[in-house]
C-alpha cells in the first residue's frame, strides 16, 4: 500500500494546506512542515506514511467483518464521503449527527425499524387503509428518516471503527466513540487536537480535492479487506453438515407494527 502513496499526488491535490498559524492547535506540531504567507504547510512525508498506517488498520478491520462509519458533515465533504463509503459498502452520516448515535443505539436501531415496518405496510396494502392526512404524516416521517439515517439502514450493531473529516466539527461523533472506545481514524488539520483520534492522517480537511484524494486511499484499503475477506470465505470448508450444525438459528419474524401506531409515531413526531 504504502508504494502507491506518491507525495506528488498529494501535493496536486492541496493536502498540504494547513489553516492560519494563528488558528494552530500547538499538538499538530510534529505535523507541520514550514509556514508559509501565515499559513502552517503539513508534511506531506507524514501524511503519506499515515495514511498507509491507517490504510493497514482499516483493511484489517474491514477483513474481520466489522463496518466501518464515516462522519463528515461539512458541505464540501458530504457527497464525496457519500461516494466513497458506497463504493466500499459502508456506512455514513453526512446529514446532522444524531445526538446518542452511539451511545444510544437501540434508540437509533428502533428509528431505521419503523422506517422498515413503513415499507413494509406500503407493499402489504395497510398502508391504504389510513386516512389521508394520516398517509401524509407518515410520508414526511419515512423521508425525514431516511434523510438522516438511510445510509446507516443495515448498520445492525455498532461499527468497529469511525473516520471522521474535521474532528472540531464533528466533536460530539469523536466523543462518543471515545466513550465506547471505538478506534477514530481522521483526517485532522492543523487548527485540531490529534490527541482525540487513534489513527491520525495530517491534512487539509477543507479542500474537496484533499478530501477525495485520502478518502479514496481509504476506501480502496477498506475494498481492498472485503476481497480478503470474500476470498476466504470463498476457500473450501468443512462438510456442509458440520457447518449446519454450528450456524446460529434463524430468529423468529416480529409481528408487524400496526398501521395506526406507525401514524400516531408519525404524527408526534410532527408536533
Known amino acids: 500500500m504504502a508504494n502507491n502513496i506518491e507525495v506528488k499526488e498529494l501535493l496536486d491535490a492541496g493536502v498540504h494546506f494547513g489553516h492560519l498559524t494563528r488558528r494552530w492547535d500547538p499538538n499538530m506540531a510534529p505535523y507541520i512542515y514550514m509556514e508559509r504567507n501565515g499559513i ?19 483493511k484489517k478491520i474491514a477483513a474481520s467483518g466489522r463496518k466501518i462509519l464515516f462522519v463528515a458533515t461539512k458541505k464540501q465533504a458530504k457527497e464525496i464521503v457519500a461516494e466513497k463509503a458506497n463504493k466500499a459498502s459502508q456506512p455514513y452520516i453526512t446529514e446532522r449527527w444524531p445526538g446518542g448515535m452511539l451511545t444510544n443505539f437501540v434508540t437509533i436501531r428502533k428509528a431505521v425499524k419503523k422506517m422498515a415496518s413503513i415499507d413494509r405496510m406500503k407493499k ?16 414526511r416521517l419515512r423521508a425525514k428518516l431516511e434523510k438522516n439515517l438511510g445510509s446507516i439502514s443495515d448498520m445492525t ?3 468497529g471503527a469511525l473516520f471522521v473529516v474535521d474532528i472540531t466539527r464533528e466533536h460530539i461523533a469523536v466523543k462518543e466513540a ?17 490527541r482525540q483520534v487513534d489513527y491520525v492522517i495530517p491534512s487539509n480537511d477543507d479542500a474537496s480535492k484533499s478530501i477525495d484524494k485520502v478518502m479514496s486511499f481509504v476506501s480502496d484499503a477498506i475494498v ?3 476481497s480478503e475477506r470474500k476470498a476466504s470465505k470463498d476457500a473450501p470448508k468443512d462438510s456442509p453438515k458440520e457447518a449446519s450444525k454450528d450456524a446460529p438459528k434463524e430468529a423468529p419474524a416480529k409481528a408487524k407494527a400496526p398501521a395506526k401506531a406507525v401514524a400516531e409515531d408519525a404524527k408526534q413526531e410532527e408536533e
Open 40 to 58: 502552517h504547510i503539513i508534511n506531506l512525508y507524514k501524511t503519506a506514511a499515515k495514511i498507509n498506517e491507517a490504510s493497514e488498520a482499516l
Open 124 to 139: 402489504d396494502g395497510t398502508f391504504n387503509t389510513l386516512s389521508k392526512k394520516e398517509r401524509l404524516q407518515v410520508d
Open 157 to 159: 450493531r455498532l461499527p
Open 178 to 194: 471515545q466513550k465506547l472506545n471505538i478506534p477514530i481514524f481522521a483526517m485532522v488539520d492543523t487548527n485540531s487536537d490529534p
Open 224 to 226: 481492498e479487506g472485503l
